[in-house]
C-alpha cells in the first residue's frame, strides 16, 4: 500500500451498494457504476521509472508540469522519483510549495503586480516571457525571494507542431523572446533559457528542434546557468526513441557542460496511466445514425478530442474511419455501430464512429483509454454537469476514491 493510505479516512464510497472499499476489476470496471477518472498505480510507477532513468543517465532534471497533471493527492508517490513541479500562475506554485513540497519552477505568459511576491516567494526559478515584463516585476520578485534564478522564454521560431492551436512557435506567437531580438549582453541575473516546442513528441523531432535552438542562441549560453527545454517529450509513449534523447542530452552536456538541463513534460507522467469509464445512458436514432449517449461529456471532460482533435480509442471498440460523412450500422466491416454523444447541450458534443462487437446497452461501461493527462486539469462545470470522480487503482487491485464531486462544488463555482 502507498502513502496515499491516509486520504481513505473520513470518506464515503456511495459508488457501490456495500459502502466499502472494493477489489476492482481493470479489465471491466464492472463495479463502477458512475463516471469516473481511474488511475492505476503500476502503470504510474512504471512512467516515474523510466523518467526518473532517464534523468539520471543523462545527467538532467525532469520535472512535472501541473498544467497536465495536478492530482496533489498522488504526490506521495511523486516525490519517490522526482524532486520539482513546473509552474504557470500563482494557484499552480502554492501548489508545488504546499502539496509537492518545493518551490516551483514558474513560467508566466503575464505576471501581474499583485500576485509577483507571493509567486517568487514559492519559485526556485522565475522565467519571464519578455524582458518588458522581467524590467517590471524583478524588484519586486528579488525583494520577495533573493534567492531566485531569473530566466527569459526564447523563441527558436521553429517547431513541429502541426495543430495551430497547440504551436507555441507559429507566426505571432506570444511566447518568448525571437533571436533578432535579445541584447547582446543579458541582464546580469538573468541565469536560464526556457524553450517550449513541443506537443507529445518523438526524440526526432527534439533532435531537429535542438539544432534550431542552437543555431539561434548559442552564443548567449556562455552568460547562462541553466536551459529547460520545456514540455512535450512523449518518452513515456512507447514507441518513443528514449535512447536517442539520452545521446542528444548527453551530448549538449559535453559541448555546454556548465548549463544545468531541465524538462518538463506532463503528459509523459500521465501517459497511459488510466482510463475514464462513463456509462451509456440512452441510444437515439436519427438519419440511420445511432448515437451512444453517455454520462461524461467532451466538452467538460475530454476537451482536447475536440479542441485538437483526436479519437479517443474505446476498450472493446474499433474506431471506424469513412469517406462517408455518415456511415450507418449497414457499413461493410459488421457490429453494431455508434457514434459516441455527450451529454451537454452543446450541439458537438460527440464523436465517431465506433463498432461494438455486441449491440449496447443501458447502463454498460465505456471505457475511454488514457484520459489521466490535460482532463482533470481541464474539467468545466458546463450546464451544471458535474465532474467524474476520481479513483486510484492501488497495485494490490484495491480502489481508492480521492475525490467525488457534488453540487456544493458547482454552486461555488458561481460565487
Given at each position: 500500500m502507498s502513502q496515499l493510505s491516509h486520504v481513505k479516512q473520513n470518506h464515503h464510497y456511495t459508488y457501490y451498494p456495500t459502502n466499502k472499499i472494493v477489489k476492482i476489476n481493470t479489465e471491466t470496471f464492472e463495479q463502477l457504476h458512475r463516471p469516473t477518472y481511474l488511475l492505476e498505480e503500476d502503470r504510474l510507477r512504471r512512467n516515474l521509472s523510466l523518467i526518473s532513468r532517464v534523468a539520471e543517465e543523462a545527467g538532467v532534471e525532469i520535472i512535472l508540469a501541473f498544467k497536465a497533471y495536478?492530482?496533489?493527492?498522488?504526490?506521495?508517490?511523486?516525490?519517490?522519483?522526482?524532486?520539482?513541479?513546473?509552474?504557470?500562475?500563482?494557484?499552480?506554485?502554492?501548489?508545488?510549495?504546499?502539496?509537492?513540497?518545493?518551490?516551483?519552477?514558474?513560467?508566466?505568459?503575464?505576471?501581474?503586480?499583485?500576485?509577483?511576491?507571493?509567486?517568487?516567494?514559492?519559485?526556485?526559478?522565475?522565467?519571464?516571457?519578455?524582458?518588458?515584463?522581467?524590467?517590471?516585476?524583478?524588484?519586486?520578485?528579488?525583494?520577495?525571494?533573493?534567492?531566485?534564478?531569473?530566466?527569459?522564454?526564447?523563441?527558436?521560431?521553429?517547431?513541429?507542431?502541426?495543430t495551430e492551436l497547440y504551436n507555441p512557435c507559429a507566426p505571432g506567437t506570444r511566447f518568448g523572446v525571437s533571436a533578432d531580438k535579445m541584447p547582446p549582453t543579458l541582464p546580469a541575473d538573468i541565469e536560464g533559457f526556457h524553450c517550449h516546442c513541443h506537443c507529445e513528441s518523438g526524440a526526432d523531432v527534439f533532435e531537429r528542434t535542438l539544432e534550431h535552438i542552437e543555431e539561434k542562441f548559442a552564443p548567449w549560453f556562455k552568460q547562462l546557468k541553466w536551459i529547460n527545454f520545456g514540455g512535450g517529450h512523449l518518452m513515456t509513449r512507447r514507441d518513443y526513441d528514449v535512447p536517442l534523447l539520452i545521446s542528444l542530452l548527453k551530448g549538449f552536456h559535453e559541448r555546454y557542460p556548465w548549463l544545468k538541463v531541465i524538462l518538463e513534460p506532463g503528459s509523459a507522467f500521465g501517459w497511459q496511466t488510466g482510463p475514464l469509464v462513463a456509462q451509456v445512458v440512452d441510444v437515439v436514432e436519427d438519419k440511420d445514425i445511432r448515437t451512444a449517449i453517455v454520462n461524461v461529456s467532451f466538452t467538460c471532460h475530454m476537451p482536447d478530442c475536440l479542441e485538437m482533435p483526436y479519437m479517443p480509442a474505446i476498450r472493446g471498440a474499433e474506431e471506424v474511419t469513412t469517406n462517408s460523412q455518415h456511415p450507418t450500422s449497414n457499413t461493410q466491416g459488421g457490429g453494431s455501430l455508434y457514434r459516441i454523444g455527450g451529454n451537454s447541450c452543446l450541439s458537438g458534443d460527440f464523436m465517431g464512429y465506433w463498432r461494438f462487437d455486441h449491440e449496447l446497452q443501458i447502463g454498460e461501461n465505456i471505457i475511454f483509454e488514457d484520459m489521466l493527462h490535460y482532463t482533470t486539469v481541464k474539467t468545466t462545470m458546463f450546464n451544471g454537469i458535474g465532474h467524474p470522480a476520481i479513483g486510484l487503482v492501488h497495485s494490490d487491485g484495491e480502489l481508492e476514491m480521492l475525490r467525488e464531486y457534488t453540487y456544493e462544488d458547482y454552486r461555488d463555482r458561481m460565487d
Open positions: 495536478a492530482l496533489w493527492k498522488t504526490f506521495p508517490i511523486f516525490r519517490e522519483y522526482i524532486h520539482s513541479t513546473t509552474a504557470s500562475s500563482l494557484f499552480e506554485a502554492r501548489l508545488a510549495y504546499e502539496e509537492f513540497g518545493s518551490p516551483a519552477h514558474t513560467y508566466s505568459p503575464a505576471y501581474t503586480d499583485d500576485e509577483m511576491a507571493e509567486i517568487a516567494r514559492m519559485s526556485s526559478h522565475l522565467t519571464f516571457n519578455s524582458f518588458s515584463q522581467y524590467q517590471r516585476h524583478r524588484e519586486a520578485a528579488r525583494k520577495a525571494n533573493p534567492a531566485l534564478s531569473f530566466g527569459v522564454r526564447v523563441n527558436p521560431e521553429y517547431s513541429e507542431v502541426e
